[in-house]
C-alpha cells in the first residue's frame, strides 16, 4: 500500500491540540509561558533550517501548491519541535523547572536537524536507511571519510547551535514572556501555525486528488513531513481521484532463485582468465586519452562501450550489478539470504582461481556476506600505509599473484581477479606527480560541512578527482601490461568500468547517492574478449549485460533469463533502457529520457535532464515499463 494512501491522523490532530488548547494554557501559566515561547523561537529556528533544504531545490510546485508550501514550511516546523517541547513539558510537570532541560533538548534537536539539512543538500537525501547502513556497517569509515576540515566545522555549528538554544531558553525566553504582551504573543504564535497548518493540509489534499507529484515533492523535501490524502474517502463519496502516477514496484517477497537453471556449458567451453576492473566513480567522460591514456588505449583494443550505465547510483548497488547480473532492486533479499554470486559459484565448479583485490574494506558494502562469502583468503582488502598508497600496493599485489601463477609449471586452471580502484573516491587523493589539473585545494582537503552550504564549491573538486583518476589510469596500465609480458592477456577477458559515476554541480548534485543524472549513473564501460575485434558500441548497455556477454562467448548455452536480467552485448537484440537502482528510487533511462519511480509518483526527464512533458516522444512506453516490472519480479520464488 502506498504512504499517501494513509491519512496521517497523528500528525493533523496533535499540532491542532496544541494550537488550540496550548497557547490559552501558556498564556496563563507563567512557567508555561517560557516554555511556550520557547517552542515558538525554536520553531522559528527549525523554519530557517528547513529554508536550506528549500531554497536552491526545484520543489516542482506551482499554482496554489506553490502559495501553500510556505505554510507547510511552518506547520511542520511546528510539528518537529512538538518532540522536544513534549520532553521538556513532562520534565517541567516533575520538576516545575524547564529551563536549562529545555535549552538541551531543543539544542539537540536542532543540532540533528541542521545534520539532516547538510546530508540533503549534499546528497538530496534526510536521514534514511542507506545513512543507518554508513554509520553502522562495519568498515564505512573506510569509504566514509570526512576529513579535518569537515570535522572542524561541524563541532564549531554544533557549539554555535547549542549555545544559541541555551541562550534562547535561559536569557530570550524569559524576558519575552514576561512582557505585558508575552501572552498576545503566544496566542498569535499558535493561532497563525493552527491557521498554516489547516491552510497547507487542505491544500494539499484536495490537489492531492488531481495531482499526486506536490505531496510528493513536500515529503522528499522536508523533512519526515507526511501529506494528508483523501483519496480514499473522496472514492468512497464517488469523487473519481486522479490515480497514482508510478506502477507498484515490485517487493522484495520470497526469496531470491537466481539462477532459475543450473547453467549448462557445453563441451568446448572456453575457459579463459578473467579480470573485472572497476573504478571507484569512473563517469564515462573521464576516459580521455589525456585523463586516463592507459583505459583509453585499452578501450580502442577491445569493445569501447560509449552509452554505458551501472545498476545504481552509488557502490553497492553497482557492484551488486556486476557480480549478480541482477537489478539492483534485488539487493536487499540477497544480503538477507547471504547469498553469494552464482557467477563466482559457476567459475568455481570450473576450477577458476580466485583473487579479490579491493582499496576498500568490502564489510561496506557488505560483499563478504554476499558475493564473496565462498571466499576467504583470497580476498585481500587490508593495506598498510597510507591510505592514498592502496591502489598501488593492490597493483604491487596482482602482479604477485601473476609472477607466482607463473612459478607453478603445468598450472591449468585459469583465474579470475577482481581490482576495486578507490582513490577516486572523495576526497580524491592522489600522488604529487599525477596533479595533471592545477586546483586550489589540495588532495584530501575536502570540507563536507562547507560544501553542503556552498555548492557551488562542487566544480572546484573536479580537477582533483581527474587528478585522482589519471593516478588510477597509471595503476591500469601497470596490470594491463603485466598481463601482456605474462603472456596471459591473450587468454584473459577483461571487464572495465565504474561502479557509478561521479557529479560536480552540473545538475545541481554533487558526488553520487542522490540522483541519476548521466554525471552519477553513466559509466564508462570496456570489454576484452580474446580473439575478438575491437569495436565501438553506441547503443545502452548495462552492468547486468557483462555476465550473459561472457557466458554466452564462453558456451553456456542456458538462456540468459535463467539467470540474468542482462542481454549479451554481441546478440542482435539490444535493450532501449536500463534500469538503476537507488535506495529510495527506482530509475528506467533510455537514450531520450530519464523516469524516475517514487513510493509516491513519478518524475519525467528529458534528454536534458529537465522536467518532461506529458506529450514527450521519448518517454517510456507501456512495453518497455512491463518488461521493467517483469525484470523486477522474475527471480523471485
Not at 577491445?302 to 541482477?326: D, M, P
Request: charge should be positive.
Amino acid at each position: 500500500m502506498h504512504a499517501q494512501h494513509l491519512v496521517k491522523t497523528p500528525v493533523v490532530i496533535i499540532p491542532v491540540i496544541a494550537g488550540s488548547t496550548g497557547a490559552p494554557l501558556c498564556a496563563a501559566v507563567p512557567g508555561w509561558r517560557d516554555l511556550g515561547v520557547v517552542y515558538l523561537v525554536n520553531t522559528g529556528i527549525t523554519v530557517l533550517l528547513e529554508l536550506g533544504c528549500v531554497l536552491g531545490v526545484p520543489t516542482g510546485m506551482c499554482g496554489v501548491s506553490a502559495y501553500a508550501f510556505p505554510a507547510a514550511i511552518l506547520s511542520q516546523a511546528a510539528f518537529l519541535n512538538l518532540v522536544p517541547g513534549l520532553v521538556a513539558a513532562v520534565w517541567f510537570l516533575w520538576r516545575r523547572k524547564a529551563g536549562l532541560l529545555a535549552g538541551l533538548v531543543f539544542g539537540l534537536f536542532q543540532v540533528a536537524l541542521l545534520a539532516d539539512v547538510a546530508i540533503f543538500r549534499l546528497f538530496r537525501r534526510h536521514f534514511d536507511g542507506l545513512i543507518w547502513n554508513v554509520l553502522t556497517t562495519p568498515g564505512a569509515s573506510d569509504s566514509v571519510r570526512p576529513g579535518s576540515g569537515t570535522i572542524i566545522t561541524t563541532a564549531v555549528a554544533l557549539a554555535a547551535m547549542l549555545g544559541v538554544a541555551f541562550w534562547v531558553a535561559a536569557v530570550l525566553a524569559p524576558r519575552l514572556a514576561s512582557r505585558s504582551w508575552g501572552g498576545r504573543l503566544l496566542k498569535t504564535g499558535f493561532g497563525l501555525i493552527l491557521v498554516c497548518l489547516v491552510l497547507e493540509r487542505a491544500t494539499f489534499a484536495v490537489v492531492g486528488l488531481y495531482d499526486a507529484a506536490p505531496g510528493g515533492c513536500l515529503r522528499e523535501t522536508l523533512p519526515f513531513y507526511q501529506p494528508l490524502t483523501i483519496k480514499r474517502l473522496a472514492r468512497g463519496l464517488g469523487f473519481k481521484a486522479h490515480p497514482l502516477a508510478a506502477p507498484a514496484l515490485p517487493g522484495a517477497r520470497g526469496s531470491v532463485v537466481a539462477p532459475k537453471m543450473p547453467l549448462r556449458p557445453v563441451t568446448s567451453l572456453k575457459r579463459p582468465n578473467i579480470v573485472l576492473i572497476a573504478v571507484e566513480g569512473g563517469r564515462w567522460d573521464a576516459l580521455t586519452d589525456s585523463v586516463m591514456p592507459n583505459a583509453s588505449r585499452l578501450a580502442r583494443e577491445a569493445w569501447w562501450l560509449q552509452n554505458h550505465y551501472s545498476t545504481g547510483n552509488e557502490t553497492l548497488f553497482g557492484i551488486f550489478g556486476l557480480f549478480y547480473s541482477l537489478h539492483g532492486t534485488y539487493w536487499n533479499k540477497v544480503l538477507a539470504q547471504q547469498k553469494p554470486s552464482p557467477w563466482l559459484d559457476f567459475l568455481a565448479g570450473q576450477n577458476y582461481e580466485f583473487r579479490i583485490f579491493s582499496c576498500t574494506d568490502l564489510n561496506f558494502p557488505q560483499f563478504r556476506q554476499t558475493a564473496f562469502r565462498n571466499l576467504g583468503s583470497e580476498i585481500l582488502d587490508k593495506w598498510d600505509g597510507a591510505h592514498v598508497d592502496r591502489d598501488r600496493h593492490m597493483t604491487d599485489a596482482f602482479m604477485q599473484f601473476l609472477d607466482q601463477r607463473k612459478q607453478q609449471p603445468g598450472l591449468a586452471s585459469p583465474f579470475f581477479c577482481f581490482l576495486f580502484y578507490d582513490a577516486t573516491h572523495q576526497p580524491y587523493e592522489h600522488p604529487p606527480q599525477d596533479a595533471l589539473l592545477p586546483s586550489r585545494f589540495k588532495p584530501g582537503q575536502l570540507n563536507y560541512a562547507r560544501l553542503a552550504f556552498s555548492p557551488s564549491l562542487a566544480i572546484e573538486f573536479k580537477n582533483l578527482y581527474l587528478n585522482s583518476m589519471h593516478y588510477v589510469d597509471r595503476q591500469i596500465g601497470r596490470a594491463v601490461e603485466h598481463l601482456r609480458q605474462s603472456g596471459d592477456l591473450d587468454q584473459t577477458v577483461i571487464i572495465l568500468v565504474g561502479d557509478h559515476g561521479e557529479e560536480f554541480g552540473e545538475c545541481g548534485r554533487f558526488g553520487h547517492i542522490s540522483d541519476f543524472s548521466p554525471f552519477q549513473a553513466h559509466t564508462f564501460g570496456v570489454l576484452r574478449l580474446p580473439g575478438e575485434d575491437p569495436k565501438i558500441i553506441t547503443n545502452l548497455t548495462s552492468h547486468v549485460d557483462f555476465e550473459p556477454t561472457v557466458l554466452t562467448w564462453m558456451g553456456v548455452t542456458n538462456a540468459v533469463e535463467d539467470y540474468s536480467t542482462g542481454v549479451p552485448i554481441q546478440k542482435a537484440e539490444t535493450r532501449s533502457a536500463v534500469v538503476v537502482a537507488g535506495w529510495q528510487k527506482t530509475a528506467l533511462i533510455k537514450l531520450e529520457s530519464t523516469t524516475i519511480f517514487l513510493q509516491s509518483h513519478t518524475s519525467y526527464l528529458n534528454s536534458h535532464y529537465e522536467p518532461a512533458g506529458s506529450g514527450d516522444p521519448g518517454r517510456p512506453t507501456a512495453s518497455e515499463i512491463a518488461r521493467m516490472l517483469d525484470e523486477m519480479r522474475r527471480f523471485y520464488r
